[in-house]
């Protein structure tokens, strides 16, 4: 069992409150804490994101959202005694949370960096129909300097690789790697694709990318295109996303215009040529040999792997399929250099990534946030915490096929590997928060419904599978025995994980094991 | 193409978003997005544009982009004003659009009540 504890208290831990000697004033806060009354009903949390700056040494503590700052191990005692035993703020010590700032002034609550942003940080500031703007940004200054400077492939994958890119689409594959596979893979012929098939549940941050700086995308392609030796690429939109067809056929008309697309680009004998093909709305597609087969003209369904894409992909030969918002990372990493991109996020997982936050919180939409955010920093922070007084239930994250957790997950900074050593997946970046409203076995058969209708019915595990946990998660309503059912359902997801052909039915566990973990005595 | 032309480029870019705000005190931008011309950017740029003839107002410039990410507050409209922080607005209708060029623009009084505060 989980303990319960009374408050949350985050303390901020980063260069300037570490030069502060805040690991001092830790190490005394908790040795006082243990020795209090307080001892067991306090969880200290490290953030490493501070909500507050310039304030010293600072923590907020939760329920409440107290902020103190500027604090000095003196005050150590009159907080445990006042605030964690008695329930009383220390008054003398508070600063106004930002949310409470905010309010007051009758303005919204609102704790986003946009300077921290990669991808985003152009969207919504230029033009997106207007070449000259992404000039005006640099723009085509990452490939021209690689053309003109006859930057050899292999270095160009040398400074992804030390970048430490990781692919943006789900599974976290580093991007450098994937490209030296094929870069290496003799072909008279090979391709880039790129993947804007984003048909994750409730995910659209592509799309922002897509409406809101095309070119991005373009200039990440041809780079793409250049390190593995590919001339020509594809851009895989699903058939909904009208505005994001219209504005990239758009930009790739403009980058024709100026020989950014075509023949001999920058002098230097390379081409490159992109086109556009429209999804037809099958969630399996944005698998990518299922994408191929698509894109073949055949139907929608995963081919056996191996071989991969990377060596045999479309109509057989090499093919690299990016993630839209791995390709909107390129471009930046060969300007700035590997080492600046390594300044965000963490030391495994660089980089930023772009979240969709949606459900019952009362600002929905998209951030960008370097790595090792926390839920509780995006939930609170972006989303303005959970709307009309419901209380937080659970979040369901990265997507349809992620993990549904409880309060335990909001302090644990986010990055492809933490998730999933929590048994989850960080996948699209999705954040879907439900309130205390929210019935459990209601949303899980809803999870289950989407699943049965998107199987592709190639293989049985996964057709059979989840039309069968489908049904399952029905006779739970009338059910007297509910634990034999909620573990034959534990039990069948973890066989079409190791069963199924493609990652649509092996990843349904997550959602399944997960809400029978956390929330089995509910159901 | 080349990276001489493509610099060129770029100044040239920077120039004439520069200029905009030369020759025009402000610069309204409208956020349009799949889900800022589902809420209603398009009349939200066409009420602008009007208001803005209407009163005879020489010194702004209308102009799109794309989605910022604040999508429960869309449309999302952001006001420039040379030398000073640009001011975001949120869930702009044409009526708030008017109150904006009248407010904002006419008086350079920021209304507070639309604005989106975001963190720096």
Redesign the interface.
Same mark, same amino acid.
């Given at each position: 069992m989980m303990n319960i504890y009374t408050y949350y208290i985050l303390l901020n831990i980063d260069d300037v409150t570490l030069a502060e000697g805040v690991k001092e004033f830790e190490e005394i806060f908790k040795k006082k804490l243990a020795d209090s009354e307080a001892k067991g009903k306090v969880k200290v949390l490290e953030t490493g994101t501070p909500g507050i700056k310039g304030a010293g040494i600072s923590m907020i503590v939760y329920p409440g959202n107290v902020h103190y700052a500027h604090l000095s191990v003196s005050d150590i005692d009159e907080i445990i005694e006042e605030h964690l035993v008695k329930g009383r703020v220390v008054s003398r010590l508070t600063i106004e949370p930002v949310a409470e700032r905010l309010e007051s002034s009758g303005l919204n609550p609102q704790d986003i960096k946009l300077q921290d942003r990669i991808v985003l940080s152009e969207s919504g500031v230029i033009d997106p129909e207007n070449i000259t703007e992404y000039f005006a940004v640099q723009g085509y200054e990452a490939i021209g300097s690689i053309l003109e400077n006859k930057l050899p492939d292999i270095d160009v994958i040398e400074i992804i690789k030390n970048s430490g890119l990781k692919g943006r689409g789900g599974a976290g594959f580093p991007t450098g790697i994937k490209w030296d596979f094929t870069r290496k893979a003799a072909a008279e012929k090979k391709f880039i694709i790129c993947n804007a098939d984003e048909g994750e549940p409730g995910t659209f941050k592509d799309r922002l990318i897509l409406e809101g700086n095309p070119h991005l995308v373009i200039e990440g392609m041809l780079i793409a295109g250049y390190a593995v030796g590919a001339s020509e690429g594809y851009i895989y939109i699903r058939g909904e996303y009208d505005l994001s067809i219209r504005r990239m056929e758009k930009a790739l008309a403009q980058a024709y215009e100026y020989n950014l697309l075509g023949k001999n680009l920058f002098g230097s004998g390379f081409s490159f040529d992109i086109k556009i093909k429209k999804g037809a709305g099958a969630y399996v597609c944005g698998e990518e040999t299922a994408l191929i087969e698509s894109m073949e003209g055949k139907r929608g369904n995963p081919r056996l792997k191996p071989p991969f894409p990377g060596t045999h992909g479309l109509w057989g030969y090499p093919t690299i399929i990016n993630n839209v918002e791995t390709l909107a990372n390129i471009a930046p990493i060969i300007l700035h250099g590997a080492a600046w991109f390594r300044s965000f996020g963490t030391e495994k997982c660089p980089g930023t990534k772009v979240f969709t936050i949606l459900g019952d919180v009362r600002y929905t939409g998209v951030v960008e946030l370097p790595m090792g955010i926390t839920l509780r920093e995006i939930i609170y922070g972006f989303g303005g915490g959970i709307k009309e007084n419901r209380s937080f239930k659970a979040v369901h994250l990265g997507g349809s096929a992620g993990a549904v957790f409880d309060e335990s997950i909001l302090d644990v900074p986010l990055d492809y590997d933490t998730v999933k050593e929590h048994g989850g997946m960080l996948g699209s970046g999705a954040v879907l928060v439900l309130s205390n409203t929210v019935n459990m076995r209601d949303y899980l058969e809803n999870v289950l419904l989407f699943f049965k209708h998107e199987s592709c019915g190639k293989c049985v595990p996964c057709r059979v599978g989840t039309a069968r946990l489908l049904d399952m998660s029905k006779e739970l309503i009338a059910s007297k025995d509910k634990d034999t059912i909620l573990s034959a359902m534990d039990k069948l997801s973890e066989t079409m994980f190791k069963t199924s052909f493609c990652p649509l039915g092996q990843s349904l566990k997550f959602p399944v094991q997960s809400i029978n973990r956390y929330f089995h005595d509910e159901i | !193409?080349?990276?001489e032309e493509? @610099?060129k480029? @770029?100044e &040239? $870019?920077?120039r #004439? !978003?520069m200029q905009r705000s030369d020759t025009s005190k402000y610069r309204i931008v409208v956020?349009m $997005?799949?889900s800022g +011309?589902a809420a209603g950017a398009r009349e939200v740029l066409k009420a602008f544009i009007d208001e803005i003839n209407t009163r005879g107002i020489k010194d702004v410039i209308v102009?799109?982009?794309? #989605? &910022? $990410?604040? *999508? *429960? @507050?869309e449309p /999302?409209v #952001?006001v420039f004003e040379e030398g000073s922080e640009p001011v975001l607005y $949120?869930n702009i209708d044409p009526e708030k659009a008017k109150r904006i060029v009248e407010e904002h623009i006419g008086k350079g009084n920021i209304i &507070?009540?639309y604005? +989106?505060? /975001?963190? &720096?």
């Open positions: - | !193409m080349n990276l493509l @610099r480029l @770029r &040239k $870019g920077q #004439e !978003m956020g $997005g799949t +011309i102009m799109q982009t794309g #989605e &910022k $990410g604040f *999508s *429960s @507050r /999302v #952001e $949120g &507070k009540d604005q +989106i505060i /975001v963190g &720096k």
